[in-house]
């Protein structure tokens, strides 16, 4: 048996998920967390069950990668018990898809979580006038606390149905749909979504499209639009039933201060600045100790032990590696994830991103647009899976832009190598340069690139207090990735580039590079190897030039000048290896090949321009 964890973003499946399996799936206070699906099994009387998480959709008739996902595993069958789960405080919303999934006639039970919220703003549920009214068994939840989520898996196995309830549709609609049914002896499922042009069945879209142009005749509106509307009006009523609301919410109050322009736009740059600054000065100091420890128990002991040169070279690459991967990436790392987890849990990123969205229009993207280019702060490579639901105009876009988001690795540049040896002003003039190129690029392909801009309407988180836990959990689930994916790939490059440079091969590619890096960049020959590096994971630039080096104190071997060019070079110069491989993915070779060459010219251009006006000065 197989169970689908169905329901509008942001209304709590991956939490329940995550209580069900016990695996740990990452959640957010922001709709559309989860990409794509995921799987995993939960255990009731001996017996295993597999249970998917969907990513949150907000219907089944839509055109976007995910509803087609969900559509096709719905219609295939491939689920064998639907687990609808809704937000308590928005049913009229989440019923509009509850309603559509009824069609799948697929048995079901319906979670309604957040119940904890609900009660607080006085919101009664009739739940079981609702289970009547549906026909199928309701539970009523608060996965946050683990409030009846036991009941969720045996409910499933020994009660779930059919939902019984019909939709009443429009006269034409009921009409268009039996004569369909009849003549191509389809589902009913299966002539809505052919009356709406949705189908793989050519025939069957065919004889559906000379019924939906009469009905659209008749009634000057799609038959998408029709059926929208009925389903809105079903929506609305049954919410109505079921539900008694009470007090305002109280976050509304707040929630006028937050999204104004004033004062949120100077609220909003003063959060997001210090939460960098945060970053830098918690980072910093992390680092100092954890480097301080390094030197004195690790590598200068080593020095005393009288290796022979190559070991010695390598036993030194690979401490060194441990020392910038440890002592730079790490509190760095994890200080910027706590923050977005804090930022995100709350509810603000979104209340931020409804604010950007104005700016957004200009730069041709809606706030759609947003949601990926905000998850790119953390890493671009889930934003650029995240981009599916755009347009393709837009999608091409947000490669390119997503792609400049200075995502955590590029903080650890900014924050290890310029907030650190440069100062903190010097820190944010990185990110101004890089938020002005973004807008600028934004600017110039909204022009040359062709298609049509449309409106989106941004759902707002709720305004919550975050849970530590589930910060700290969230930040080690990103945490985790940096020590098993990044650490491993950092160490074994490190005793590469100890073995090359043993062997002489890294001074002579540094050599034939050294005329671009030093009479162009201004920077070392050393920092080519880097920047080289800095393609498989971005802040690799930084931890192999304090391989190169020799040293983690970079200040005493390079200029001010030098580090600030090699940051912003670094930063901008071709997005990382693991986001080329998405971008192909999703995006095909000729955009990734096109991203890669425009980074790496602006990177380089960028570099060149600093180096001529710093030599000015
Ligand atoms: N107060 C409260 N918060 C909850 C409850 N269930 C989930 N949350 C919070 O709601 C947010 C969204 O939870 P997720 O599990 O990521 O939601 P999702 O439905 O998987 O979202 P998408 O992946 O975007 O579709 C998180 O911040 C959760 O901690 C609940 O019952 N009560
Ligand atoms: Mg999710």
């Known amino acids: 048996m197989k169970f689908g964890l169905i329901g509008n973003p942001n209304v709590g499946k991956s939490l329940i998920f995550n209580q069900l399996t016990g695996i740990g799936v990452e959640i957010s ?11 995993g099994s939960v255990c009731y009387q001996n017996e295993r069950f597999e249970i998917v998480d969907f ?29 609808i789960v809704l937000d308590a405080k928005h049913l009229e919303r989440n019923f509009y898809l509850l309603l559509s999934v009824s069609e799948y006639r697929i ?54 149905s059919l939902i019984s309830h019909k939709i009443p549709y429009n006269r034409s609609i009921e009409a268009g749909v039996r004569s369909l049914v009849k003549l191509s002896n389809c589902e009913r499922r299966d002539a809505l979504l052919a009356l709406q042009g949705i189908g793989d069945d050519p025939e069957l879209i065919e004889t559906a499209a000379t019924i939906s142009d009469e009905i659209e005749e008749h009634h000057r509106m799609s038959v998408h639009q029709i059926l929208a509307a009925n389903l809105h009006n079903e929506a609305e009523k049954l919410a109505s039933e079921v539900t008694k609301t009470g007090k305002n919410e109280f976050s509304f109050g707040i929630d006028r201060l937050l999204t ?42 080593m020095f005393s032990l009288g290796l022979s040169p190559f070991w010695e070279e390598i036993a030194f690459s690979v401490l060194i ?51 990926p280019m905000v998850l790119g702060f953390g890493c671009n490579v889930p934003a650029i899976m995240s981009i599916r639901q755009l347009t393709k105009r837009e999608k091409i876009i947000a490669s390119f832009l997503i792609t400049m988001v200075p995502c955590s690795a590029r903080t650890v540049i900014i924050a290890g190598i310029v907030a650190v040896f440069v100062g903190i002003p010097a820190a944010f003039s990185v990110y101004l340069i890089i938020f002005v190129l973004i807008i600028l690029t934004g600017l110039v392909l909204t022009r040359i690139t062709p298609g049509d801009q449309f409106g989106m309407i941004l759902e707002m988180s709720p305004l ?27 160490l074994v490059s490190s005793v590469i580039l100890g073995v090359l440079q ?26 080519s190897t880097s920047l080289l590096f800095g393609i498989l994971r971005k802040e690799m630039a930084f931890e192999t030039l304090a391989i190169l080096a020799g040293t983690a104190d970079l200040g005493s071997v390079m200029t001010a000048v030098q580090l600030y060019i090699f940051a912003i070079v670094s930063v901008l110069f071709v997005p990382c290896i693991s986001t080329i491989a998405v971008l192909y993915r999703e995006m095909g070779l000729k955009i990734a090949f096109m991203v890669s060459f425009y980074t790496l010219s602006l990177g380089l251009i960028a570099g060149f321009l600093l180096n001529i006006m710093f030599k000015a000065i």
């Open 29 to 39: 206070n922001f709709p559309g967390t989860t990409i794509g699906m995921y799987s």
């Open 107 to 160: 048995p079901a039970i319906v979670v309604i979580n957040m119940m904890d919220e609900a009660e607080k703003q006085g919101i009664i549920i009739d739940s079981q006038k609702l289970s009547e009214i549906l026909g199928c068994p309701v539970i009523e939840t608060a996965a946050s606390e683990g409030k009846n989520i036991e009941k969720i898996i045996p409910e499933a196995i020994q009660n779930s």
């Open 464 to 490: 919550r207090r975050p849970k530590p836990k589930q910060t700290l959990s969230r930040a080690w689930l990103h945490m985790k990735e940096f020590l098993f994916i990044a650490m491993p790939l950092l």
């Open 260 to 301: 104004r322009s004033f004062p949120g736009i100077p609220l909003m740059l003063f959060i997001l600045l210090s939460t960098l600054l945060c970053v830098f000065f918690i980072g910093s100091f992390l680092e100092e100790i954890i480097v301080e420890l390094f030197d004195n128990l690790l590598i200068n002991p």
């Open 321 to 371: 590696a441990l020392q910038a991967g440890l002592g730079i990436a790490f509190p760095f790392v994890f200080t910027f994830y706590i923050l977005v987890s804090i930022l995100e849990d709350s509810g603000y990123m979104t209340r931020a991103a409804f604010l950007a969205d104005r700016a957004m229009h200009r730069v041709g993207m809606h706030g759609q647009a947003l949601i």
């Open 55 to 83: 990513p949150g959709i907000y219907s089944l008739d839509g055109v976007s990668e995910e509803e087609t996902e969900v559509r096709q595993c719905l219609i295939k069958k491939e689920i064998d018990t639907l687990i």
């Open 502 to 527: 043993y062997a002489g091969i890294v001074q002579a590619f540094q050599d034939m590079l050294a005329p671009v890096m030093e009479s162009v960049l201004g920077l070392p020959d050393y920092a």
